[in-house]
């Protein structure tokens, strides 16, 4: 499991874009909509067994969203293309303090 500590993350029209620390590195992040179908991409290069990794939200309280989304590839920044997560986000905005990404 991979754990990223959010320490910004803002809402634009249509996306959220932020910065993350992981490991004592920071990255950009951007979460938005399905447009391109649903992506998962890394800053680093990962071998999962499967496709379909679980990507989890974390807040204040009990807040959580998660959603299974495929693994593409390495990107500059930790990108998530999901429906669910981004709507999630857009309701309750200004609550999320961890992301993490489970692969077997």
Known sequence: ML???ITKLDIFQ??????ID?????YKINIQNE?????LKLPFEIKPKSEKIIVRMTGTGDLFVEDYIPYKGVSEWLEIDSDEITYFLADHQDQWDIIEIMYE
């Open 3 to 5: 754990s990223f500590n």
């Open 35 to 39: 447009r391109r179908g649903k992506v």
């Open 14 to 19: 249509s996306y959220f874009f932020g910065e």
């Open 22 to 26: 992981f490991c004592s590195d920071k």
